[in-house]
Nanobody
Framework: VQLVESGGGLVQTGGSLRLSCAAS????????IGWFRQAPGKEEERISC????????TYADSVKGRFTMSGDNAKKTFYLQMNSLKPEDTAIYYC???WGTGCPYGMDYRGKGSLVTVSS
């Protein structure tokens, strides 16, 4: 399984960005895709998770109402729409893949990440 993120960059407070995660190398339907982020000096944070088995999506409280995860299952491309960005959203964002349901820390596969910087 390979994951490639894109779409990061520099944005002002209140702005928006959309991250993409292009996945390849799997054909089964029972999988989960998660978005994580790591800010300098902070622990990794799981911010959203999509489980294909039940089509459920969950969000961390820190991004709920501002971030939306979506995807094109046929293209195996997943998106994270980030609105109302704040300086504290500055981090490297990763997408990750797991067989089964749910997005635990330390998922089986992870992309190299995409840097998002929110200026104040």
């Amino acid at each position: 399984v390979q994951l490639v993120e894109s779409g990061g960059g520099l944005v002002q407070t209140g702005g928006s960005l959309r991250l993409s995660c292009a996945a390849s190398g799997f054909t089964f339907d029972d999988y989960a895709i998660g978005w994580f982020r790591q800010a300098p000096g902070k622990e990794e944070e799981r911010i959203s998770c999509f489980s294909n088995s039940d089509r459920s999506t969950t969000y961390a409280d820190s991004v709920k109402g501002r971030f939306t995860m979506s995807g094109d299952n046929a293209k195996k491309t997943f998106y994270l729409q980030m609105n109302s960005l704040k300086p504290e959203d500055t981090a490297i964002y990763y997408c990750a893949f797991n067989w089964g349901t749910g997005c635990p820390y330390g998922m089986d596969y992870r992309g190299k990440g995409s840097l998002v910087t929110v200026s104040s």
